[in-house]
């Protein structure tokens, strides 16, 4: 019988120097992913690291694994094939809001309804840090950038919701300021047989500074940040006194003041992905 394998941290940390710009959201996502794969026991061989372009897509560099850099929106077709050819694998797919949604929207939805063994890890920072902070997808309304002087008139598409819509098998979102749950979403994709997909909230302190801060400020998060469990009720808040049920078919939030918890909503993680 083979022996565990035991790796550390460090050992999926490459020797290429790191060139994001200092406070960039994504240190904390490589950290976190350097941190949670010694915890998989797979081996540094078996893991690949696909990648598109962008900011976020210099992540295969540091990585002490398999990696490709690959064509802009593209990554979700090489990562296919490459589990298809070998399922040894440990596929990742490392992508931005860009990446993902503009240029490689169609690849993203095809590969999350074939519901291949890849676990997709999409950066959203609602802007293009790469090419200099042109609006992107995820960019809201009325957001003034270098592309949209005026603000931006489209509406923004949700991740999310794009992956429910693909009747997609594993959806998560977590942030950049939240490293444990970031490293429990990790270890929960990468359990998951079928393509899964973690949004990560990141903050792109050069051109997009505080994008997510309503859900970073100490004063604001808790009343907006719900972490779902499994079997449990839908309840959050800073004094944990607010909770979700279904006003017919639209939730609603409602205060635990004046609602009993059996009323609220209970997470069913291997539920339907609509409703
Ligand atoms: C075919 C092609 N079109 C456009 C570009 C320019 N380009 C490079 S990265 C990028 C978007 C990057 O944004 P995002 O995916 O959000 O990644 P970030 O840099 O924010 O991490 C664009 C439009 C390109 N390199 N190739
Ligand atoms: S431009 Fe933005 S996303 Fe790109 S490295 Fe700098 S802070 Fe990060």
Redesign the pocket.
């Known amino acids: 019988m083979s022996e565990p394998i035991k790796l550390t941290r460090k050992d999926f940390a490459s020797d290429q120097a790191v060139r994001w710009c200092p406070g960039c959201g ?1 240190y904390a996502i490589l950290a976190q992913m350097q941190k949670t794969l010694p915890e998989l026991g797979i081996k540094k061989e078996n893991i690949v690291f696909i990648s ?6 210099r992540f295969p560099y540091y990585m002490n694994t398999y990696g490709i850099h690959s ?3 593209r990554a979700p077709t090489l990562a296919s094939g490459l589990k298809l050819a070998n399922p040894e694998l440990s596929v990742w797919v490392i ?10 929207g169609n690849h993203l939805i095809h590969i999350l309804r074939r519901n291949i063994d890849v676990n997709i890890v999409l ?9 200099k902070g ?1 609006y ?1 997808p ?1 960019s809201l309304q009325g957001h003034k950038t270098k592309s949209s002087p005026m603000g931006s008139v489209e509406q923004p598409l949700n991740p999310i919701s794009v992956a429910v819509g693909t009747e997609a098998t594993f959806i998560a979102r977590t942030i950049d300021t939240n490293v444990k749950h970031m490293g429990e979403m990790f270890k929960q994709a990468a359990a998951h047989k079928g393509t899964s997909i973690v949004e990560v909230y ?1 903050n ?1 302190v050069i ?1 997009n500074d505080g994008a997510w801060s309503y859900a970073t400020d100490n004063q604001t998060k808790d009343d907006h940040i719900l972490e779902l469990e499994d079997g449990k009720p839908l309840i959050f808040g800073t004094e944990r006194d607010k909770g979700i049920r279904l006003n017919g078919l639209t939730p609603e939030v409602v205060s635990l003041a004046d609602v009993s918890e059996d009323e609220l909503l209970v997470h069913d993680e291997d539920g339907p992905a609509s409703l």
Do not use: K, M, V
């Not at 992508?95 to 490689?104: E, M, V």
């Open positions: 994504d598109g372009i962008g900011c976020s897509s064509i802009h929106g992508t931005g809001d860009g990446d993902s949604l503009s240029i490689g950066f959203n920072n609602r802007i293009y840090g790469l090419t042109q992107s995820t990141q792109c051109f």
